[in-house]
């Protein structure tokens, strides 16, 4: 019996020791790593992310890799064996390049319960909305107000002898705010839009590479000496000459014509990669890009809405930011079909 007793307890003595080993060797494991991979103009607060890693036991780790179609190019080219488990950041316009090239696993995520269904543009749910933002035309109101010029409400307005040379645009090939702009017009006048363009052409339209270039050398209002009072730039920018004003501001020295069509809505969306090494830990993430913490904070960092409902937006967009209620739109299968064709298309008529 004495033997028995001293067996059992030696087996149990192991088993506690195995326990111990156990716990230890997941205590000196650390956290997880997730990597999300994002273009250069992702932001967001540290402490968000501190709060998601702190709960889930793991260390987010941001790969910024260029401009979304940069990005969208070495998601594909690495989709057989993925830099990440995450991407964020392919807008409407390069989500059909994106879903075509099958790079992502659909997730239904639950936290889709509190986004419109109109910012839900993969019905297969492999690419989920996570914020969007209206390029629109900018304006600089002492321009406008001094030289006692009313500010364009169409597209026909800006072709107006009046408007002569004092618009500024990006080239659609070089540019996202560019390429929205343009779809602007071709969902506007359709088959048409060459011929609009070859009007603004003729009326003295200012193309420029790059949004910072437009909108820091170019625009009057934000570089003091630039040549043109109108930008192709956000509905949100007015918000963001408040917010980053070296002084108070009780008025944006800007603002936006968000008049019915002259706005292209960008939706930006966030996947999980195909063959990604955390699956649950991304679908996790996924969810928390889309609750209230993560939504809220993303304004001010990026100066984009929120696609949750339930997201409270900061004083400073309630007040300066506008958002258009007819926006431009096309399917992102309409633009995957005619993108390259149209911008060579444009650059053929603006050489």
Not at 149 to 173: C, R, T
Not at 329 to 344: F, G, P, Q
Request: proline share 5%; net charge negative; aromatic share 12%.
């Amino acid at each position: 019996m004495k033997k028995l007793t001293l067996l059992v307890f030696s087996l149990r003595h192991a088993q506690g020791i195995a326990i111990l080993f156990l716990l230890a060797a997941c205590a000196s494991a650390g956290p997880t790593t997730l990597t999300v991979m994002t273009h250069d103009s992702f932001a967001i607060s540290e402490d968000v992310v501190t709060s998601f890693e702190e709960a889930n036991n793991v260390d987010v780790v941001f790969l910024q890799s260029g401009d979304a179609g940069s990005m969208l190019n070495k998601a594909v080219l690495s989709k057989d064996a993925p830099l990440a488990d995450v991407m964020f950041g392919v807008d409407n316009t390069f989500l059909s390049r994106a879903l075509a090239a099958d790079i992502f696993d659909a997730y239904q995520s639950p936290a889709l319960s509190a986004v419109p269904a109109e910012f839900v543009l993969d019905s297969s749910f492999r690419a989920l909305p996570v914020d969007y933002g209206d390029v629109c035309i900018n304006y600089d109101k002492n321009y406008f107000a001094e030289n006692n010029l009313a500010v364009p409400q169409s597209f026909e307005d800006l072709a107006k002898p009046e408007y002569n040379g004092l618009l500024v645009v990006e080239n659609p090939a070089t540019s996202s705010p560019g390429l929205a702009f343009m779809l602007a017009t071709r969902a506007y006048f359709g088959d048409g839009f060459l011929d609009y363009w070859q009007s603004l052409k003729d009326n003295g339209v200012v193309v420029v590479d790059g949004w910072e270039t437009a909108y820091y050398t170019n625009f009057s209002a934000s570089s003091g000496n630039g040549n043109q009072p109108m930008v192709v730039s956000y509905a949100s920018s007015p918000a963001a000459e408040v917010f980053f004003a070296p002084s108070p501001l009780t008025e944006s020295p800007t603002a936006s014509i968000i008049a019915s069509g002259m706005c292209f809505r960008q939706i930006e969306f966030v996947g999980i990669f195909k063959n990604g090494q955390n699956r649950d830990l991304a679908e996790k993430f996924v969810d928390f890009m889309l609750g209230e913490q993560f939504q809220e904070d993303m304004p001010l960092n990026m100066f984009v809405y929120p696609v949750n409902e339930a997201a409270q937006l900061p004083d400073v967009f309630v007040n300066f930011a506008q958002i258009a209620e007819n926006p431009a739109m096309l399917s992102y299968e309409e633009i995957a079909t005619n993108r390259d064709a149209w911008i060579e298309a444009w650059a053929e008529i603006m050489k």
